[in-house]
């Protein structure tokens, strides 16, 4: 049964060999790619072998093993990979659910992962080839690790299969990676802050110590524990292995056998009662603008992608200058200021996200004034608490009331500023985006550089016309206080001009641009 379950992985896999000759010179560099890398791993790895600390080298298998292994975890539930050998498109077979899992497991040992995960086990044999014992564990270890990464990856993408079959619960599990990766990014810049010449050697033991207890890093870090004389560590970690395995084939022949005798799922249909938004404003043009805009950034996932993001940037930005030496609570007065340039800037191409439904709007008279406004309603709806509090959030942390004024004129000339330069490029400048119903990570490719420009100038255009309310905070905090409330009328002052000018600029540009408008969303 195993053998007919590889000969036709083997059939899949030469199939795709028979696609476009594009596509196959992307599967053969592809293939080199990964294959090269695995050599290159091993070469490595057998010259580990003649290194005298023993103890450095397994912390630093264990570490980036028990990464390996997280990967065959995480990444078919957040690329979804399309699964050729799904359980259920054997449901009809009759074969018994121990055969069917076994040969659908052992199938997935023909694949450019796990071909180049043997390589690097291969390698790991040759590191801890310093005994008879220590090369009987290290292949009983890396026999452990293969089969723990084949059937991670095998209960993965059965799973990410039939969870993910509807575009809504794809698009959130793909946000909630791109959000993982995102914060994941203040660790690497961690890691490359650390004084590994001082520090390193103990954090690297510290957190090897605490892999080789789980399931992630315990078969990685066998052979170690026997090189350094620790037998009887080792002998428990092979344990911790050999159940972590059983475990899973357990897991497998479950979600085999579920998926055997359930369906694909389908998103189920919503029952709305009322019009919602249209509802609850006013019925006019701003009103039922206003409405559909907030309707949109309720579900559409274009926008609350976007949203989403706006308070992990601060997140992203703090870290590094907290690592750098920049005080606590000089660093509480950037968030607020931070959301504010993105939340302005969210709008930047707010009439390409219509895509084709502009039409409407330019075949019902609508005026550019209705719209403007209508559209910038839910950012400042949105944006006015979030200066409230979180300026109040800030300053309590800094410590010193005085400064708020600044704090709010600084954040408030921003987002307006950014909603002002929005209302004018939207309309002025709008290039392709993601269509209505699309992931939100397909991103279409600009034709030209008018997208990057766009992008700029209303990102840098909030911060340049917030200059001068920032200098006088700034004076406000080193030289004399009395600069805050200067600061605070300053910046009102200019954000409202700003916003103004924008919604004037942007209603005319409406008025007049309404064939070229639609023109360009239909070439989108």
């Not at 000759?21 to 080199?32: K, R, S």
């Not at 159940?243 to 022949?253: E, F, G, I």
């Not at 009331?401 to 209302?423: D, K, N, R």
């Not at 064939?515 to 070439?523: F, G, K, V």
Request: aromatic share 10%; glycine share 10%.
């Amino acid at each position: 049964m195993v053998a007919q379950f590889f000969g036709l992985k083997l059939r899949l896999v030469a199939n795709l060999f028979r696609r476009s000759p594009w596509q196959v010179v992307g599967l053969v560099v592809g293939l080199l790619y990964g294959l090269g890398l695995a050599v290159a791993l091993l070469v490595a790895l057998i010259g580990l072998r003649f290194i005298g600390d023993p103890a450095l080298v397994r912390d630093s298998l264990t570490v980036a093993g028990s990464a390996v292994v997280l990967g065959f975890l995480v990444i078919p539930i957040v690329v979804g990979i399309d699964d050729s050998m799904d359980p259920r498109k054997f449901a009809f077979l009759g074969i018994p659910n121990r055969s069917l899992s076994l040969g659908l497991a052992g199938s997935a040992l023909i694949g450019v992962p796990a071909l180049a995960l043997t390589i690097v086990l291969l390698g790991t044999v040759f590191t801890w080839s310093r005994g008879i014992g220590q090369t009987l564990l290290a292949l009983v270890s890396a026999g452990l690790i293969l089969v723990t990464c084949i059937l991670l990856s095998r209960v993965s993408a059965s799973l990410a299969a039939f969870l993910l079959s509807t575009r809504r619960s794809r698009e959130f599990t793909g946000l909630i990676g791109v959000v993982v990766l995102v914060l994941i990014s203040p660790l690497v810049v961690v890691l490359f802050s650390t004084d590994w010449g001082r520090n390193g050697r103990t954090l690297l033991g510290t957190v090897a110590a605490i892999l080789g207890w789980t399931p992630l890093g315990a078969a990685w870090a066998v052979p170690g524990d026997a090189s350094t004389g620790a037998w009887g560590a080792a002998i428990l970690k092979l344990f911790v292995a050999a159940a972590s395995a059983y475990v899973l084939w357990l897991v497998w022949q479950l979600v085999v056998a579920r998926m055997l005798v359930s369906p694909g799922r389908e998103a189920a249909a919503k029952q709305y009662s009322g019009l919602g938004w249209f509802d609850r404003l006013p019925h006019s043009s701003v009103g039922a603008i206003a409405a559909r805009t907030f309707t949109y950034w309720a579900r559409d996932s274009r926008y609350w992608m976007s949203l989403i993001m706006i308070p992990i940037v601060p997140i992203i930005a703090i870290l590094p200058l907290s690592i750098a030496g920049v005080p606590l609570n000089y660093l509480a007065l950037v968030p607020v200021p931070l959301m504010c340039v993105f939340l302005g800037w969210t709008m930047h191409n707010d009439v390409a996200y219509d895509s084709t439904a502009i039409w409407l709007h330019v075949a019902s008279g609508t005026r550019g004034m209705a719209d403007r406004v209508g559209r910038l309603l839910p950012a400042l709806l949105m944006g006015i608490p979030l200066i409230g509090i979180g300026s109040a959030l800030s300053i309590a942390f800094y410590g010193d009331w005085s400064v708020l004024p600044s704090m709010l004129g600084v954040s408030t000339c921003i987002l307006l500023a950014g909603l002002g330069f929005s209302s004018y490029t939207s309309t002025r400048f709008p290039y392709p985006v993601t269509k209505p119903g699309d992931s939100p990570f397909a991103q279409p490719q600009a034709s030209d550089t008018a997208s990057a420009l766009v992008q700029s100038l209303t990102f840098t255009g909030s911060i340049v016309v917030a200059l001068p309310a920032l200098i006088f905070a700034y004076l406000g905090i080193f030289e004399d206080p009395v600069w805050h409330l200067r600061a605070l009328g300053v910046g009102l002052g200019m954000g409202l001009v700003t916003v103004i000018v924008g919604i004037w600029v942007g209603s005319r540009t409406f008025n007049r641009r309404g064939p070229e408008m639609l023109a360009s969303a239909q070439r989108a």
